[in-house]
């Protein structure tokens, strides 16, 4: 193909320090947002998009964008068609798709829009073919929608007449968006052999070119789709299946991406993302990765760290500067680095310095890599003794103590024992959760089974996991006992564990009187308790057809499915499954809608401030009301965020502090376009239509989630306060406020 430069431009200036944090919230803009509309006049789909860039235009800058502070309350037809598109998507087409496939037709391309992206979310292959002409749209908005649906469609699975359908519209596509867009949904599918990601291949080579002499282009919309594209094209081929000579070049040149007129967040996130694509098949050369590492964004240099692992032991020099960047996030990723590449010839101690980094993120890595052995034995068990004897009975910071008593408990079990029991003790029940993974590293039985009759389910959990990994059988008596709670994570262990360890004389009463228990309930996010349940009843036996037979019909079609298939198994007469589904709750209204695009929901945490996050109805309608709903309601009061990783989410509002508790019925994903940028909010699933109220808020650009999870809100203020969450920070309140 020859030379390919996409451009002079150069990034240059200061260090962008918390890019989108601050009421900037994601940075959003228009080239930024991922969103599939443009801006036409007067709904709220319009408003939920331009409301999201003027609050970060008029506070970060002294831009102005056409709109900003003009969006009219008053519910549109537009609006209205909006929520009928809404309900009949959200019924996954059982009440039919008439309001869907009509709007398809409508004059305004903004509700074309809609109903293309609704049509796309039943992710059936057998609709693609409706949507190949909407790739001819006159509007660009539209055919930006139809190449996220049509890519959708095929989510998973061979993508079959998508993909031609994708690379052949960019010969004829001029607008940069649009073009953006095929790059990114044309990256994204899930090619089925090596001839299909060669067509793929060359259509990208293609788009390259269109691209480098697409000429006007300042919002760097085609750059970014195109990086986005690739990063997930290279991700998907691995080092197993590089890209062309030519796409390499390419992305080299998209690394070195300046703001141009477009800002300097958009360009920042082309150079992340092509970064990140050079990595997934090791392709950065480490001459470049030096150079990148004077990047003014932290996210460039973070995502340099996470490419050190293809220069092995050659990439002693890179990583060490790493671990000194002033950023902690580099420096987080800079360790995980230090522990694969150089751990094994230079020891631990980077690891152990570490430990005292004032960044509470890189020591909770610390301490964690610290949980396997050390050449330095003894500065490693001084050190994590010290820390252990830092834990504070008063409500001070537990968290360095918990993760170092973990750590210790496995390279000195005999030293940790007393800890152990202290920590067993503590009021903090996330404190006494660690204990338990401390006591089944330590093999302290005792402790395991004082932690077995715990108040709280995650501490009984965590203790009854590590009694299965020491005594196997010998926990049966805890399992049988863990049958009767109410926590769904509880309840899935104890049944697994006496399916795992084959314990003799488990009554299959117990497991039938659970699953009765957890079913009168009619939750549908306890699927996976009565799933785990009904695993243990077929694979325990000793089940009558009475036992089993009123499953058949039961409110939840995977539950009913598998007691028909153990019916199956145990008669040898074949049962049908006949669900009775519940009743779906209602879609917001346009009233409703209207009033979500003017709402913000602000979490007070507890000892650190305040997190303030809109709502974007105009991405995911039905769970932007269901959040502002539960806010409004005092659910999310007093919760927590239950689980933090450095460097990816803060996840939480759980009511029992962890994955498998939460609002009782299922929402539908609404998946968009929209990537998950730094400071987004998503919701939390176990799979597809499963989301039970639980967020998480990325901490970083986490595009791999991008098409799978459904984003419903964005930070705009507080995201310094995001980067603070620990384990177990409280979420004091949650209010819900009008813009």
Do not use: K
């Amino acid at each position: 193909m020859g030379t390919v430069r996409l451009g002079p431009l150069r990034a240059s200036g200061p260090d962008i320090v918390n890019a989108g944090a601050g009421r900037s919230g994601t940075g959003a803009s228009p080239a930024a947002t991922g969103g599939i509309f443009r801006e036409p006049r007067g709904s709220l789909l319009r408003v939920g998009r331009v409301a999201a860039t003027c609050r970060f235009l008029t506070t970060v800058s002294a831009w102005s964008v056409a709109g900003c502070g003009d969006a009219d309350p008053e519910p549109s037809e537009a609006d209205s068609a909006y929520a009928g598109i809404i309900a009949e998507e959200d019924a996954r087409g059982e009440a039919g798709l008439d309001r869907v496939l009509a709007h398809m037709g409508s004059v305004d391309p903004e509700i074309r829009g809609a109903a293309v992206r609704a049509l796309g979310r039943l992710e059936d292959p057998d609709r693609a073919g409706r949507l190949h002409g909407m790739l001819d749209d006159p509007d660009p908005g539209v055919r930006t929608a139809a190449a996220a649906a049509l890519a959708q469609t095929a989510f998973g699975r061979d993508p079959g007449e998508v993909l031609p359908a994708l690379a052949a519209r960019m010969d004829g596509e001029s607008d940069p968006g649009v073009l953006g867009s095929l790059g990114t949904n044309l990256g994204r599918l899930a090619f089925a052999d090596s001839g299909q990601r060669e067509t793929a291949g060359a259509a990208f080579a293609a788009l390259v070119r269109r691209v480098e002499n697409l000429g006007e282009d300042p919002r760097l919309a085609a750059r970014l789709g195109l990086a986005r594209g690739l990063e997930a094209f290279a991700r998907g081929g691995g080092t197993e299946d590089s890209p062309s000579p030519e796409l390499v070049a390419a992305l080299t040149a998209l690394s070195r991406t300046g703001p141009g007129t477009a800002g300097r967040l958009v360009a920042a996130r082309i150079r992340r993302l092509a970064v990140a694509a050079l990595t997934h098949t090791d392709q950065l050369a480490l001459e470049h990765a030096v150079n990148l590492l004077a990047d003014e964004d932290w996210a460039v240099r973070r995502q340099v760290m996470i490419g050190a692992a293809a220069y092995g032991t050659g990439a002693g020099a890179l990583v060490r500067v790493g671990l000194r960047n002033s950023d902690p996030r580099v420096r987080v990723e800079a360790l995980r680095a230090y522990d694969r590449l150089l751990r094994p010839d230079e020891g631990c101690t980077a690891i152990l310095d570490a430990v005292a980094d004032p960044g509470p993120h890189i020591a909770t890595t610390a301490l964690g890599l610290l949980a396997d052995p050390c050449p330095e034995a003894e500065r490693q068990r001084l050190t994590l003794a010290s820390r252990v004897a830092a834990l504070d009975e008063a409500g001070g910071d537990w968290r360095g103590p918990a993760r170092a008593l973990h750590a210790l408990a496995g390279i000195a079990p005999s030293e940790a024992g007393d800890r152990i029991r202290r920590f067993a003790r503590h009021r903090n029940p996330f404190v006494r959760a660690w204990a338990a993974r401390a006591a089944a590293r330590a093999e302290a039985v005792d402790v395991l089974n004082d932690l077995g009759g715990d108040e709280d389910p995650n501490v009984r959990e965590a203790a009854l996991r590590g009694l299965g990994a020491v005594v196997g059988a010998g926990s049966r008596d805890r399992c049988l006992a863990a049958l009767e709670s109410d926590d769904p994570q509880l309840v899935m262990t104890a049944a697994g564990l006496l399916v795992d360890h084959a314990v003799a004389r488990t009554p299959v009463s117990a497991l039938l009187e659970a699953l009765a228990r957890f079913t009168a309930a009619r939750r549908e996010t306890e699927r996976d308790a009565r799933v785990a349940l009904l695993e243990a009843i077929g694979a325990v036996g000793g089940f009558s057809g009475d036992d089993l037979s009123p499953y058949l019909n039961d409110f939840d079609p995977f539950v009913a499915d598998l007691a028909a298939a153990l019916l199956t198994e145990s008669t040898g007469t074949v049962h049908e499954a006949a669900p009775a589904r519940l009743p779906r709750a209602p879609t917001p209204d346009a009233s409703r809608l209207g009033a979500l695009a003017a709402t913000e929901v602000r979490l007070r945490l507890a000892d650190l401030g305040d997190i303030v996050i809109a709502l974007r109805p105009d991405l995911a309608a039905t769970n932007a009301d269901r959040f502002a709903r539960l806010a409004g309601e005092g659910y999310f009061d007093g919760l927590t965020f239950h689980r933090v990783v450095p460097n990816f989410v803060i996840q939480g509002g759980s009511p029992h502090a962890n994955e498998y508790a939460g609002d009782g019925p299922y929402t539908r994903d609404e998946i968009s376009d929209h990537p998950h940028w730094r400071g987004t909010v998503g919701l939390s699933t176990r799979g597809r239509d499963t989301g039970d109220a639980q967020l998480f808020i990325n901490l970083v650009d986490n595009v791999r989630l991008d098409f799978n999870y459904t984003v419903f809100g964005e930070v705009v203020e507080g995201m310094e306060i995001v980067d603070a969450v620990q384990e177990g920070t409280v979420i004091e309140r949650a209010e819900v406020v009008t813009r």
